[in-house]
């Protein structure tokens, strides 16, 4: 099978831009999770989407948003982009979404913001 | 307190050693505890999943539970340059979140 794919993998953009990043997850996993992971704040959950609705919400702000398509597809979207939203955005797909189910993480986004 | 603490280290062994990797975590009712390695400049990667008390054991990874203490451990035998990485202890919440720990860094030595 496949595994996790993310596109892009590197974006530069600048304050105040907004960005949409994709995530197919592995074929059959319905869940699709996102972290951002930086030097400071290591890994974080984002949000996480399972059958296209999204089940649960980290602490981030309303800038940070995400959706599910109905072939488990996820995209998540930054608007009014800051310094501090580069990082490396994850996202991450289990077959469940059960939280003894395996997450398979995909190579990530790199976001820097300038 | 963080939710999931781990030494940041970096923890250093020989070529050959053992390593051992520790993690607690707050949250006494955490039910799924995973190990996963990081690579410098990649994603993290499963090492193993743990979700009853004792030890799990997969190849030179043996990963040790202990729901009382609220303590999980990675032990890596036969210790390789190529273990060099970042380990992540994570916990399992509701609505497939996971909760990482800041990592340990590893180095093996040759």
């Known amino acids: 099978k496949a595994g996790v794919t993310q596109t892009p993998r590197y974006l530069i953009k600048t304050r105040g831009q907004q960005v949409t990043l994709s995530c197919s997850p592995i074929s059959g996993h319905r869940s699709v999770s996102w972290y951002q992971q930086t030097p400071g704040q290591g890994l974080q959950f984002l949000f996480e989407?399972?059958?296209?609705?999204?089940?649960n919400k980290g602490n981030f702000p309303g800038r940070f948003s995400g959706r599910q398509f109905s072939n488990s597809r996820s995209e998540m979207n930054v608007s009014t982009l800051e310094l501090g939203d580069s990082a490396l955005y994850l996202c991450?797909?289990?077959?469940?979404?059960?939280?003894?189910?395996?997450?398979?993480f995909g190579p990530g986004t790199r976001l820097t913001v300038l | 307190q963080k939710e999931v603490e781990q030494n940041s280290g970096p923890l250093s062994v020989p070529e050959g050693a053992i390593a051992s990797l520790n993690c607690t975590y707050s949250d006494r009712g955490s039910q799924s505890f995973f190990w996963y390695r990081q690579y410098s400049g990649k994603s993290p990667e499963l090492i193993m999943s743990?979700?009853?008390?004792g030890d799990k054991e997969d190849g030179r990874f043996t990963a040790q539970l202990n729901k009382a203490s609220q303590y999980v451990s990675l032990l890596i035998r036969d210790s390789q340059p190529s273990d060099s990485a970042t380990y992540l202890c994570?916990?399992?919440?509701?609505?497939?979140?996971?909760?990482f720990g800041a990592g340990t860094i590893l180095r093996v030595k040759s």
């Open positions: 743990i979700y009853s008390n």
């Open positions: 991450a797909s289990s077959a469940t979404g059960d939280r003894t189910d395996t997450q398979y």
């Open positions: 989407y399972f059958s296209e609705t999204q089940r």
């Open positions: 994570a916990v399992g919440k509701y609505g497939n979140k996971l909760v």
